[in-house]
C-alpha cells in the first residue's frame, strides 16, 4: 500500500492513497499520533467519509424515488485516490465515481481530501464538486482514530475531553453503530466542560454522538501533564467519539461529522436526512478540521 510522506520543520506524517487515510502523524518528539490500524482491534487508521456518516436505515436510501443500496459511512475506504497536487508539506487527493459508487451514488462528482501540515499540527480539509446537472445530496466527515494512552505509564482513563464551552451533554444514542433512537443526557457530562474518558463509555452505548455542542473544538488530554492533542472543527456540525466496544483499545477517534446516521422511523429519502447539503449543479463546499500537538 502506497503511502505519501509529507514534513516540515515541526512535524512528519504519511497518508494513504487508498482511502486518503492519514496513517501517521509525529511531531518533533518522535511520538506516534494516529493509530496504527492493528487488524485484531480496528484495523484502520483515519477513514474519510462520503457521502453519507454513519448508517441508512436497511443499508439503502431513495433519491428522486428509486432506492440504491449504501454501505456505513460510504464508500471511499477501499478506492485509490488520486494526486492532484504534491508538495514538501501538503498533499491534495481525490476521488471520482468508479464502477462500485455508482451503483450506491447516482451522481458525477469529485470528491477532494487535502492534507496540509501547519506548526505542530496538521489540516483535513474536505472540498465536494458537484459535477452532475442536478442537485446532489452529500453529507462527508472525518473519523481520525488516535493512540489513547499517548504517552508511558498512562492508561486510557488517564485521559479526559476537555471543551471550551460548557455543555448540555446531550447524547444521541445509536444502539449498536446503527441508526438514531433516541438521547440522553450523558452522566457526568452535563452542563460541564470535562468528559472522564472510560472504555465503559463506548461498551454501554457504542459511539457517542453530539449534535448541539457550543464549543467547536476539544483537547484530548491527559489530565495531569496536560499532554494530548487539540481538535478544531469549525464548520463541521456533529462531533462522534468512539472506541471498539468490549476491546479495551488504546486508541479513540474523534470524527467531526457534516451530517449523521439516519433515525429510526426516517423516511428513507436522502435529502430528508439530518445536517444534509443540497448542492446546487457546479457548484463546491467546503469544511475541515485541525489536530494540533499539546505538550
Given at each position: 500500500m502506497e503511502n505519501i510522506r509529507l514534513f516540515n520543520q515541526t512535524c512528519t506524517a504519511e497518508v494513504q492513497l487508498r482511502g486518503a487515510q492519514m496513517a501517521s502523524f509525529r511531531g518533533q518528539d518522535g511520538r506516534e499520533v494516529i493509530w496504527q490500524a492493528d487488524p485484531s482491534v480496528w484495523a484502520q487508521h483515519a477513514p474519510v467519509l462520503f457521502p453519507v456518516c454513519g448508517s441508512v436505515p436497511e443499508g439503502r436510501f431513495t433519491v428522486e424515488g428509486k432506492v440504491y443500496p449504501?454501505?456505513?459511512?460510504?464508500?471511499?475506504?477501499?478506492?485509490?485516490?488520486?494526486?492532484v497536487r504534491q508538495g514538501d508539506d501538503f498533499v491534495e487527493l481525490m476521488l471520482e465515481p468508479t464502477e462500485e459508487s455508482r451503483t450506491m451514488y447516482p451522481f458525477r462528482f469529485a470528491f477532494?481530501?487535502?492534507?496540509?501540515?501547519?506548526?505542530?499540527?496538521?489540516?483535513?480539509?474536505?472540498?465536494?464538486?458537484?459535477?452532475?446537472?442536478?442537485?446532489?445530496p452529500f453529507c462527508v466527515g472525518g473519523h481520525p482514530g488516535f493512540v489513547c494512552p499517548m504517552e508511558a505509564g498512562a492508561?486510557?482513563?488517564?485521559?479526559?475531553?476537555?471543551?471550551?464551552?460548557?455543555?448540555?451533554?446531550?447524547?444521541?444514542?445509536?444502539?449498536?453503530?446503527?441508526?438514531?433512537d433516541g438521547s440522553e443526557y450523558l452522566p457526568g457530562f452535563h452542563q460541564a466542560r470535562v468528559l472522564p474518558l472510560k472504555h465503559e463509555l463506548f461498551d454501554a452505548r457504542d459511539a457517542l454522538i453530539f449534535t448541539e455542542l457550543k464549543s467547536r473544538s476539544v483537547?484530548?488530554?491527559?489530565?495531569?501533564?496536560?499532554?494530548?492533542?487539540?481538535?478544531?472543527?469549525?464548520?463541521?456540525?456533529v462531533l462522534a467519539v468512539w472506541s471498539k466496544p468490549g476491546?479495551?483499545?488504546?486508541?479513540?477517534?474523534?470524527?467531526?461529522?457534516?451530517?449523521?446516521?439516519?433515525?429510526?422511523?426516517?423516511?428513507?429519502?436522502?435529502?430528508?436526512?439530518?445536517?444534509?447539503?443540497?448542492?446546487?449543479?457546479?457548484?463546491?463546499?467546503?469544511?475541515?478540521f485541525t489536530t494540533t500537538l499539546l505538550g
Open positions: 449504501m454501505t456505513k459511512h460510504g464508500f471511499t475506504r477501499n478506492p485509490d485516490f488520486t494526486v477532494h481530501v487535502i492534507y496540509t501540515l501547519g506548526v505542530n499540527s496538521y489540516t483535513t480539509t474536505f472540498l465536494v464538486e458537484n459535477r452532475d446537472e442536478r442537485v446532489m492508561s486510557f482513563e488517564d485521559y479526559q475531553l476537555v471543551f471550551p464551552e460548557e455543555e448540555d451533554g446531550r447524547n444521541s444514542l445509536a444502539p449498536g453503530g446503527y441508526l438514531i483537547d484530548l488530554v491527559h489530565r495531569e501533564t496536560g499532554r494530548g492533542i487539540r481538535f478544531d472543527f469549525p464548520k463541521l456540525e476491546a479495551n483499545a488504546d486508541y479513540v477517534c474523534l470524527e467531526p461529522w457534516h451530517g449523521m446516521p439516519s433515525e429510526v422511523g426516517d423516511s428513507g429519502r436522502f435529502e430528508d436526512k439530518p445536517f444534509v447539503t443540497m448542492l446546487a449543479p457546479g457548484r463546491c463546499w467546503q469544511g475541515s
